[in-house]
Nanobody, 122 residues
């Protein structure tokens, strides 16, 4: 199985930045699409961004222009650079992965991390 581990969350003021990392324990990292989801208190889990096996990217409208997803296959890591953070970005951020980007885009990837907390203060 693929094991995912997120890191980089924390407390930041509105307008600040954070960079999240998701490291995968897998032999063939380049075969997998990597995505980010988030879940705020009292809300459903929502899609944030995904990067495919061929490095195509897709973003939720709420984060376009502020967040950037990237991957480093040599390090077996996906990143989420979050700039101009807003209080409404406060949530637990989860990494999701599978062999197809279509599965990850809708949260159907077989593999999930444990999440990392992002808190944005006003």
């Amino acid at each position: 199985q693929v094991q995912l581990k997120e890191s980089g969350g924390g407390l930041v003021q509105a307008g600040g930045s954070l960079r999240l990392s998701c490291t995968a324990s897998v032999r063939t990292f380049s075969d997998y699409a990597m995505g980010w989801f988030r879940q705020a208190p009292g809300k459903e889990r929502e899609f944030v961004a995904v990067i495919g096996e061929r490095s195509s990217t897709y973003y939720a409208n709420s984060v376009k222009g502020r967040f950037t997803i990237d991957r480093d296959n040599a390090k077996k890591t996906a990143y989420l650079q979050m700039d101009n953070l807003r209080p409404e970005d406060t949530a637990v951020y989860y990494c999701n992965s599978d062999l197809t980007v279509s599965a990850v885009r809708v949260g159907r990837g077989d593999y999930w991390g444990q999440g990392t907390q992002v808190t944005v203060s006003s």
